[in-house]
């Protein structure tokens, strides 16, 4: 069987405080997965480590044979459009045996958008 991991991808930051709310959000993940799920890690486009290169080098090194990045950004800037896909695919090119896929930005999804009204009507008081 084999081992599927996941990276969260993010942009980083020089206050190591932004990385608070994606280390919580790989904890919730690798909670929701249980016991049997494939490695959960983060990795930071600048400012922060590890980077997306070093990120999967790892998962592939614990046993993983496919590994989803997924983009935690809200939007599909510059650095979704033009930057990752060059990362995912110097990634593909140092991993051919192994399955990288990448994940449309978190913010381009409709369930992630209700969460985000969901939160902004209770914090208006409006829910």
Known sequence: M???????????????????????LAIKLRAMQGPDGGPVSLAFLELMTPD???????HIAHG?????????FFGQGG???RDLPALIE?????????????????????????AVAAYCLRESGRE
């Open 52 to 58: 997306l290169p070093t990120a999967i080098a790892r």
């Open 79 to 81: 650095h979704v459009r």
């Open 64 to 72: 993983c044979q496919a590994v989803t990045v997924v983009p935690v």
């Open 2 to 24: 084999s081992t599927h991991g996941i990276v969260l991808f993010g942009h980083g930051a020089r206050d190591m405080r932004w990385a608070e709310p994606f280390e919580r």
């Open 90 to 114: 110097k990634c593909r090119a140092a991993h051919p045996g192994v399955e990288i896929r990448c994940a449309t930005a978190v913010g381009e999804d409709d369930a992630v958008l209700d």
